[in-house]
C-alpha cells in the first residue's frame, strides 16, 4: 500500500474516505472464493515436471491488465477480477517454485504454492507468536499445509470442499484478505482509475513474486543442508539486523 501511495500520490488518502459501505465485507468474501478456485489450479493443474527459468513479466502484465479494468469500472469489476488475478499470480508462483527445483505434480508443492499467499501480511488477532518473520508463519500454517497434502496424495480426485482443504483456505484468507483490501481500497480511490489499477496490481503481484522466490529459495536450500541448518542461518541474519532478540547470557 505504501509502495502504491508512492507512486499515485496523496489524494488516495482523502479518496479512503469515500469508500462505499459494505466493501469490506465483500472484499473479505471475493478473497475466499478467489482463494478457493487458486486451490482447485493448484491441484488441477500444476502439473509441469521440466525445470526452466520463470517469466515473471508475462503474469505480471497479464495481472496488470487485470488491474485497469477493475480500476476503471469500479467495486463490482473489482471483485470479478480477484479470482482472475490470484489464479494468474499462482501461475506465477508455481512458475517460480519450478525454477528453484520443486515437482509442481507433488501435493506437498502445490501446498507450498498457496502457502506463499499467506505470508505477505502481518500478523493475524489469531497468531499465539509475536514474531510475524518467515519462519512463525509457516509454523503457524505447518499443520494444515502437512495434513492437505497427506489428503492429496491418499486422494486420486482433489475435492475442494474436503475439511483439511476448506481449513488452509480459512486460515490463507485470513492473512491473504489484509493485504488485498488494501489493494482494494486503492483501486477503489476514484482518482485511480485503469491506470492506476494497472500499476496497483503490478505492484501487488510483484510482492508475492519476492515472497515466492524467497520462499522455495529457501525450501531449496533446506533440501540441500537439512531445515535445522538454514534456520540456524536465517536466525543469524536476523539477529545480525536488529530483527531477532540475542539470548541473555545465563
Not at 18 to 45: C, F, N, R, Y
Not at 164 to 175: G, H, M, P, S, Y
Request: net charge neutral.
Amino acid at each position: 500500500m505504501t509502495r502504491a501511495t508512492d507512486l499515485i500520490g496523496t489524494p488516495i488518502e482523502a479518496g479512503l474516505k469515500m469508500l462505499p459501505e459494505g466493501a469490506q465485507e465483500k472484499i473479505a468474501k471475493a478473497t475466499h472464493v478467489a482463494l478457493d478456485k487458486a486451490m482447485s489450479a493448484a491441484l488441477l493443474s500444476l502439473q509441469d515436471r521440466s525445470q526452466r527459468g520463470a517469466s515473471p513479466w508475462l503474469h505480471t502484465g497479464a495481472v496488470a491488465a487485470t488491474g485497469a479494468l477493475g480500476g476503471f469500472f469500479g467495486i463490482s469489476a473489482l471483485l470479478a477480477e480477484l479470482p482472475v488475478t490470484t489464479g494468474i499470480m499462482l501461475r506465477s508462483i508455481a512458475d517460480i517454485a519450478r525454477s528453484e527445483g520443486e515437482d509442481l505434480s507433488a501435493p506437498n508443492c502445490a501446498m507450498a504454492c498457496m502457502e506463499v499467499f499467506a505470508l505477505g501480511s502481518p500478523a493475524t488477532k489469531n497468531d499465539d507468536e509475536a514474531d510475524t518473520g518467515y519462519f512463525a508463519v509457516r509454523a503457524a500454517l505447518a499443520a494444515h499445509v502437512r495434513q492437505a497434502a497427506e489428503y492429496l496424495a491418499k486422494t486420486e480426485t482433489a475435492k475442494g470442499s474436503a475439511p483439511v482443504l476448506v481449513k488452509l483456505i480459512t486460515v490463507i484468507a485470513a492473512r491473504f484478505n489484509i493485504t488485498v483490501s488494501e489493494k482494494a481500497m486503492l483501486q477503489l480511490v476514484p482518482v485511480v482509475g485503469a491506470a492506476g489499477g494497472a500499476i496497483i496490481n503490478t505492484l501487488f503481484i510483484s510482492t508475492y513474486q519476492d515472497l515466492a522466490r524467497g520462499h522455495f529459495t529457501i525450501r531449496r536450500l533446506e533440501r540441500t543442508y537439512g531445515a535445522e541448518e538454514v534456520r540456524l542461518r536465517y536466525d543469524e541474519v536476523r539477529t545480525s539486523l536488529g530483527l531477532l532478540a540475542k539470548p541473555k547470557a545465563a
